[in-house]
């Protein structure tokens, strides 16, 4: 930046050469307002995407910049919220983005006081372990008259209306073939 | 609409604009009743009887839209003469039986059909599995020869049934009852008829907590009695539509996470009336019937073909040995009830959060803590994770930590920005997602966890040689993997196979109606296919609304083949006609032989509105060209239900099961078949005729706020929302404030059977005492959403509630209660559980206690 | 440029401020008789311009639990219940909600009694039973009895009976005044008005001195105490800037905060006050529209639907550097005055 320029950029000289004399307006503006631009302008890709509340259904996208979230809000295009969204979905952002989120496996002992922590897949074998426990445990063949059963009563599961219809369908799938009966989701509630 | 779904509201802002009519029904003025031209105050727990109300106010006023009526509803139907109403048996309609309180539903058939109708133990098996309406109406067969009386003069057609059967609804009746005003009462009336017929039509839009009662698919039924009888289904504009609460609460019943549902409304088998294939296949299509599921074979078939791959084939019945079965009621509160008792090992949560979120929250807490293993998936810490740390009965020491053996696993899950997949929102529609960013840390989605636990499981058993094994190892599971961690199975495969496709050639079929019934198709949801219609995720279409007509059929996909108004050949009246222009549709172009429209026809494309079928056709042929109910067993919609309804072919008032006045119009009190759990740690309030219902004296109701979701898990983390809604707190009128001496903005506590809870009060002219005949009822309302993890805390609604069932669906009755209100803050520690039992005691309810579900007498059988 | 009604009466304010060929002033028409109190505009507006909340406090004002608009809510919802309504039944109001509910002393304690109790026919079977003297059946039950103390809600008297009632929603904001006192007071150029007429604090600029908080007539712009600095609405200058629209009106699910150029929203807010006269709402009124106020018009206003000091709004704000132009000159005077007597009193003593 040249001397002159550096001069010229003074809001005085602004002020007292250009068209604003009472200083309160091109002339008060700083360089990070005149630079200022929103920042979904800049990025690097923007997801299409429904908010996760309500079953209404509104479009969100979703703009990503450096790998992060940096905005949710409303599709315009959606014919079916035609890019409103409500508090909820309206601060999808803080869901996505919170520091509060739990990011790792925690783990608690039987009679613990207390979490620790625990490594994923660790985890993931030791509940496939339990799993598989609780059919032997239960498993029932035939009922009184030798009908088949093909079951366990000892595992339940209650979740879903907040998964997309592909994990449904895994869960639905998985559970039936390892004879698990006793899945639930929301919709009985 | 404007609390819970408020972007939703926007349509009614706009029709408002223009000129529409706004009435709010609500036991508490909302900010739906900010906006709305006329708010009607009601008692919770009397809609059937406002509603019934109408169908009297239509009925006696021949308000219907008569031919309409005629031609697409069963109104000319004749019942049965043995048929019995709830006003000759003082509430209860005929085949009753105490011993097992349900019916025998011979009686309730079409003339000449009393043998085709469900026995009492086939109604007691249907209330523990939840099928009473299982595959919509398609219970027992309805043959095509029923008579009927076109004129409707016949006193045993189901439109005179019905006239009789809600003759005493009156306006004075529904005044005395529900605590509404004849005048405002009559103007509901006139808005709905002036607003139905050709000209015009009228939507009813319900949210969810309509099902939570003991009497909820009732309600909706007289709802859908009421839009048949104006002629208001299957047209623009009309409908009864569900605003339902979650993202793809849809979807998880369609593709359902549900105990006696298998995907596209297939039941899942049961030991005894679905030992053999044939069996489970004959009970859904019914050989003898009419109507779609005729082809049901060939969904079933594709079912399984998804699931089992190669190793599902004509020989071994395509694997429905490895099926498991049913025994009765297998639902989500005899699991809690039976993890109390000891007998479920380990449970997963799937984004749930029952500790807050279900009804009777201290059995739920209890349950938890008497597993051997749980699996919390969820984004922040939940109550339901935490329960043995810092819940609500480690401060009464009911639990304690040293001693609780439940072994927690906590793992973070991927939110809806970091994973791809539909969510199928409240008009059935499918919205595919695109994934915006990576899941952080161990944070991953449903489809990671369970296609990795299924392969970890798969690993330990490949060695099995025991039978109990063979479906798992059998199981079509080779899902490719994909994603930056390389782990990571495609949605976009799930939703494929989902859709289904020709085993040979891999190729995605277009619609249901390619499925074949001899496994050379395969598809995981027959409503879904279509979805990936010419092998492109029709899911993900996001044509600008801008760029499309009104329907905007370019923008996402409906079920079942991209409808977005079922039933819609009832837009056009029995010759093919629209009803009027300004109504349009769907309607028969003779030029092309072919329906046409803005949607597409919920109808066989070239079947002409003059076709008659043949005496003895079955399945889709036996569909009349005006048969616009296509997937009912007689193609037509019920204003009386003849099967498939576990308490009554008709919706009659029952109280609530906890209520504080005595049934004014029947000597039966509350819904006779309705779902007890009669434990010592279940018990009921009393109510009339029961003694010391007076010791809980007040109607509440629980619902949302416009700031806050469900359990709180996604909104009590958040700070922008937090800071909305900060507390828990009780709205009161007035004049209970001053009743019991209540404090705006102080402490006041609740007390049920159950439990008591703490909130703020909030002293309020939106809620207001209700005049039920001479005397006064006082109604208080809570949000549910608080409990003690998150940004703000509070004592949870739901453990004020307890655990009783509607018989057709086993939803719990939550919606409202009784209950006392006194100032100040509830006793803590052991001196909590001293309190609430200081109530029970002066209600005398012992813990044998059993509210009876019979309260008039019941008629021999002769 | 600088001119006669720089500091009252009607103005241009993009071009007196310097600006040459300004794009057409923007701003905000929100219309109350929409508004479902749904908070999405103080949401939305937190989740773009990151404002941290405004702690977590139940305040028992209807459904406010932010109090007003401070440095950390630029947005904000005012929730006015009203026992009586304007009694025109078109949807902004409610006449005659509770018509025909009962007030008075209650005998609820005694209703499951009596309710389960065999009462006289009345045509139905079992029939509603009479009440029966609210007192001894009382005494009968036994429940406490606590006396009758004051319910504390402002506004109402418990004894009178009801029948209409309302509830207002209003979504507040900044009102970047034609005339905006907190930008004449500012010393430092941090508040600033921008090329679209609206007002901006500059967050780099401010240095947290405090002198336009008590310039605001709205009692609008405040001080963070984290940082000192003033902070308030900025219109989304950052948006409106790449031609978006300000995060709160994108999000309002009914169209009750509007954004766009000032007189086309003006023309659009008289048409929807005539609408609404036509419907029979008497009470719809415009505030902040015209440019002849106090503060030369707002570029933010409203339709409200009775005066604004129900909503907490001032009924006739007045920029309150009216008077600067005359001061100045006062002082200007008074300044040479002074100067002339030390240069008099110089010569006074050389002579």
Redesign the interface.
């Known amino acids: 930046m040249g001397v002159r320029t550096w001069i010229e950029g003074w809001?005085v000289y602004r002020q007292l050469t250009?068209?604003?004399?009472?200083?309160?307006?091109?002339?008060?503006?700083?360089?990070?307002?005149r630079t200022?631009?929103?920042?979904?302008?800049t990025a690097d890709?923007v997801?299409?995407?429904?908010?996760?509340?309500?079953?209404?259904?509104?479009?969100q996208r979703?703009f990503?910049k450096d790998?992060?979230?940096i905005?949710?809000?409303?599709?315009?295009?959606?014919?079916?919220?035609?890019?409103?969204?409500?508090?909820?979905?309206?601060?999808?952002?803080?869901?996505?983005t919170?520091d509060?989120?739990?990011?790792?496996?925690?783990?608690?002992?039987?009679?613990?006081?207390?979490?620790e922590e625990?490594d994923?897949d660790t985890?993931?074998?030791?509940?496939?372990?339990?799993?598989?426990?609780?059919r032997e445990?239960?498993?029932e063949?035939k009922?009184e008259?030798g009908?088949?059963?093909?079951?366990?009563?000892?595992?339940?599961?209650?979740?879903?209306?907040?998964?997309?219809?592909?994990?449904?369908?895994?869960?639905?799938?998985?559970f039936?073939?390892?004879?698990?009966?006793?899945?639930?989701?929301?919709?009985?509630? | 609409m404007a609390e819970a779904h408020p972007v939703g509201f926007q349509y009614v802002v706009e029709a408002k604009k223009r000129g529409a009519k706004v009435i709010h029904i609500d036991p508490r003025f909302t900010r739906t009743s900010a906006l709305a031209h006329s708010y009607v105050p009601v008692r919770a727990g009397a809609d059937i009887a406002f509603l019934g109300g109408i169908i009297n106010y239509i009925l006696s006023n021949e308000k219907d839209f008569r031919e309409y009526v005629v031609a697409y509803t069963n109104a000319a139907m004749l019942v049965s003469e043995d048929f019995k109403d709830t006003e000759d048996l003082n509430g209860l309609f005929s085949g009753y039986d105490p011993e097992i309180n349900a019916y025998d539903q011979s009686s309730w058939q079409y003339a000449g059909q009393q043998d085709e109708g469900q026995s009492r133990g086939q109604a007691h098996v249907d209330r523990e599995t939840a099928s009473g309406l299982e595959q919509e109406s398609h219970g027992p067969p309805i043959p095509a020869d029923v008579p009927r009386d076109l004129t409707l003069q016949d006193p045993r057609c189901v439109y005179q049934v019905l006239k009789r059967h809600y003759a005493r609804y009156t306006p004075e009746v529904v005044e005395r009852l529900c605590g509404v005003p004849q005048d405002k009462f009559l103007e509901v009336c006139e808005a709905w008829t002036a607003n139905s017929g050709r000209e015009r039509t009228t939507a009813l839009v319900y949210s969810v907590g309509w099902t939570q009662h003991s009497v909820g698919v009732q309600y909706i039924r007289t709802g859908a009695i009421i839009q048949l009888l104006l002629g208001n289904m299957g047209r623009p504009g009309g409908g009864v539509m569900a605003l339902r609460g979650h993202a793809s609460i849809q979807g998880s019943t369609d593709i359902p996470t549900l105990f006696n549902l298998l995907p596209g409304y297939l039941p899942m088998p049961h030991h005894s009336q679905h030992e053999t294939f044939d069996q489970w296949i004959d009970a859904i299509r019914h050989p003898e019937q009419k109507g779609f599921w005729a082809n049901a074979k060939s969904f079933a078939v594709s079912l399984l073909k998804a699931y089992w791959g190669d190793a599902a084939t004509e020989d071994n019945d395509f694997g429905y040995g490895w099926m498991p079965r049913l025994t009765g009621d297998h639902g989500i509160y005899q699991q809690v009830l039976d993890m109390i008792d000891g007998k479920i090992k380990g449970y997963f949560l799937l984004g749930q959060n029952p500790a807050v979120g279900s009804a009777h929250g201290r059995a739920q807490r209890l349950g938890m803590a008497n597993l051997d293993w749980l699996v919390v998936r969820d984004l922040f810490m939940i109550e339901s994770a935490t329960f043995w740390k810092d819940g609500p009965e480690v401060a009464t020491g009911e639990i304690v930590a040293e001693q609780c053996k439940t072994e927690v696993f906590f793992m973070p899950a991927a939110n809806h920005a970091e994973k791809e997949g539909t969510f199928t929102q409240t008009q059935r529609m499918l919205q595919w997602r695109e994934k915006a960013v990576e899941p952080p840390q161990d944070c991953r989605s449903e489809l990671w966890f369970f296609y990795h636990l299924g392969r970890i499981i798969r690993e330990r058993l490949a060695d099995s040689k025991l039978e109990r094994d063979q479906g798992v190892l059998n199981l079509a599971w080779n899902y490719p993997l994909h994603g930056k961690r390389g782990d990571e199975p495609s949605g976009e495969d799930v939703l494929f196979e989902i859709n289904g496709y020709e085993v040979a050639t891999h190729k995605p079929l277009s619609s249901f109606t390619e499925m074949k019934a001899d496994g050379s198709t395969a598809g995981g949801c027959w409503i879904y296919t279509g979805v990936f219609k010419d092998g492109v995720n029709q899911a993900a279409r996001r044509k600008p609304r801008t760029e499309q007509d009104w329907v905007a059929r370019e923008w996402g996909w409906a079920w079942p083949a991209d409808r977005r108004t079922l039933y819609n050949r009832a837009s056009a009246d029995p010759e093919g006609k629209p009803w009027s222009e300004r109504k349009k549709y769907v309607w028969w172009d003779e030029e092309a032989g072919e329906w046409t429209g803005y949607d597409v026809p919920d109808f066989e494309k070239t079947k002409p509105p003059s076709y008659r079928p043949d005496k003895d056709a079955t399945g889709v042929a036996a569909i009349s060209g005006d048969d616009a109910f296509i997937m009912q067993g007689d193609g037509k919609g019920w204003l009386y239900a003849p099967s498939g309804l576990i308490d009554g072919p008709m919706p009659t008032h029952y109280e609530p099961v906890e209520s504080t006045v005595r049934n004014p119009l029947y000597e039966q009190q509350a819904n006779p078949t309705r779902k007890v759990y009669d434990r010592s740690d279940n018990l009921t309030n009393p109510s009339p005729p029961e003694r010391h219902a007076e010791v809980y004296p007040y109607v509440f109701s629980t619902s949302r706020l416009t700031e806050h979701h469900t359990a709180g898990g996604m909104s009590r983390q958040l700070a922008y929302l937090s800071e909305l809604q900060p507390e828990m707190f009780v709205e009161v009128s007035p004049e209970l404030a001053r009743e019991r001496g209540l404090q705006h903005l102080g402490w006041a506590h609740i007390v049920t059977a159950r439990a008591a809870i703490e909130a703020k009060v909030l002293v309020t002219d939106r809620l207001t005492p209700l005049r039920i005949e001479d005397r006064i009822v006082h109604q208080i309302w809570m949000p549910y959403h608080w409990g003690n993890e998150g940004l703000v805390t509070g004592d949870s609604a739901n453990d004020l509630i307890g655990i009783t069932l509607d018989p057709n669906v086993l939803i719990q009755e939550s919606k409202v209660g009784t209950c006392d209100i006194q100032p100040g803050r509830r006793p803590t520690g052991k001196h909590l559980l001293d309190y609430v039992q200081s109530y029970r005691d002066r209600a005398e309810l012992r813990p044998d206690h059993q509210a009876p579900l019979v309260t008039t007498e019941v008629e021999e059988e002769g | 440029m600088a001119g006669s009604n720089s500091f009252y009466g009607p103005l241009d304010p993009a071009s007196d401020a310097g600006y040459v060929d300004a794009p057409p002033r923007k701003g905000f028409f929100t219309d109350t008789s929409v508004c479902i109190g749904c908070k999405a505009c103080e949401v939305a507006c937190k989740e773009w311009n990151l404002v941290p909340d405004d702690g977590f406090n139940l305040l028992g004002t209807s459904y406010d639990n932010t109090g007003g608009l401070t440095a950390n809510s630029w947005r904000h919802v005012a929730f006015i219940e009203q026992p009586t309504a304007g009694g025109c039944g078109h949807g902004t109001d409610t006449p005659g909600a509770f018509a025909g509910m009962p007030t008075g002393p209650s005998v609820s304690a005694a209703t499951a009694v009596v309710g389960a109790g065999v009462g006289q026919d009345t045509g139905t079977s079992p029939g509603v039973q009479p009440a029966v003297d609210a007192l001894a059946a009382a005494g009968t039950i036994g429940t406490q009895f606590l006396g009758m103390p004051g319910t504390d809600l402002p506004g109402r008297t418990t004894d009178a009976p009801r029948s209409d009632f309302r509830w207002l929603m209003m979504s507040n904001v900044c009102k970047h005044c034609t005339h905006a006192g907190c930008l004449d007071v500012c010393p430092t150029g941090a508040l600033f008005r921008t090329e679209f007429g609206t007002v901006v604090v500059q967050e780099d600029i401010c240095n947290g001195c405090g002198y336009c908080i008590p310039a605001c007539p709205y009692g609008v712009i405040d001080q963070r105490k984290e940082d000192g600095r003033a902070w308030k609405c900025t219109l989304c200058y950052d948006r409106i800037g790449d031609g978006l629209t300000p995060a709160c009106a994108k999000a309002c699910p009914t169209e009750s905060i509007q954004f766009g150029d000032l007189d086309e929203l003006r023309e659009r807010a008289a048409r929807r006050v005539e609408a609404l006269h036509e419907q029979g709402v008497d009470q719809a009124r415009l505030y902040g529209h015209d440019p002849e106020d106090g503060v030369g018009g707002d570029g933010a206003f409203f339709l409200l639907l009775d005066e604004p000091e129900v909503y907490g709004l001032p009924p006739d704000p007045i920029v309150t550097t009216r008077d600067l132009p005359a001061m100045y000159k006062r002082a200007g005077w008074a300044a040479l005055a002074m100067a002339a007597t030390a240069v008099a009193s110089f010569l006074g003593r050389r002579a």
């Open positions: 809001p250009g068209t604003d004399p009472l200083g309160r307006g091109a002339a008060a503006q700083s360089q990070r307002s200022l631009t929103a920042r979904t302008e890709r997801a299409k995407s429904v908010c996760p509340y309500c079953a209404v259904g509104c479009g979703i990503v790998e992060k979230v905005q949710i809000e409303g599709d315009p295009d959606s014919p079916i919220s035609k890019g409103r969204l409500c508090p909820k979905g309206s601060a999808s952002k803080s869901l996505v919170s509060r989120r739990q990011q790792k496996v925690l783990y608690r002992r039987p009679y613990a006081t207390d979490w625990l994923l985890a993931m074998d030791m509940i496939a372990d339990r799993v598989l426990a609780a445990q239960t498993w063949d009922d008259d009908r088949p059963l093909n079951r366990t009563l000892g595992i339940s599961s209650l979740g879903g209306a907040t998964l997309d219809n592909e994990e449904n369908y895994l869960i639905k799938k998985l039936t073939a390892i004879g698990a009966i006793q899945i639930e989701n929301q919709a009985r509630i």
